[in-house]
């Protein structure tokens, strides 16, 4: 059974990072590709990062470009999402996901986690 949790969620001031991990269990997490969402209340979920499964290559959202970076330690099977400069619209529920295949993916994604809410106040 595939598992993936979230931490590092909370509640910050503008201009301030968090770093959100996620740890899979249940798969062959060097095999699957992973990847970061974000949901903010009345919004449609929106890509923010993603990462082969090697690390070689990443992909990150327009809205975060040059503030977040997605990074995953295979021997740990977690990957991890540094936010810095972070904005009050930065605000959300973050979603970890993974999907099989060993390039980046940035839809199609098979397993989600339950998330954790980020909360930027201004």
């Known amino acids: 059974q595939v598992q993936l949790a979230e931490s590092g969620g909370g509640l910050v001031q503008a201009g301030g990072s968090l770093r959100l991990a996620c740890a899979a269990s249940?798969?062959?997490?060097?095999?699957?590709?992973m990847g970061w969402f974000r949901q903010a209340p009345g919004k449609e979920r929106e890509f923010v990062a993603a990462?082969?499964?090697?690390?070689?290559?990443?992909s990150v959202g327009d809205s975060v470009e040059g503030r977040f970076t997605i990074s995953r330690d295979n021997a740990k099977n977690t990957v991890y999402l540094q936010m810095n400069s972070l904005k009050p619209e930065d605000t959300a529920v973050y979603y970890c996901?993974?999907?099989?295949?060993?390039?980046?993916?940035?839809?199609?994604?098979?397993?989600w986690g339950q998330g954790t809410q980020v909360t930027v106040s201004s």
């Open positions: 249940g798969l062959i997490f060097n095999s699957y590709g």
């Open positions: 990462i082969s499964w090697s690390g070689g290559r990443t």
């Open positions: 996901a993974a999907r099989r295949g060993f390039v980046v993916f940035t839809t199609g994604y098979d397993y």
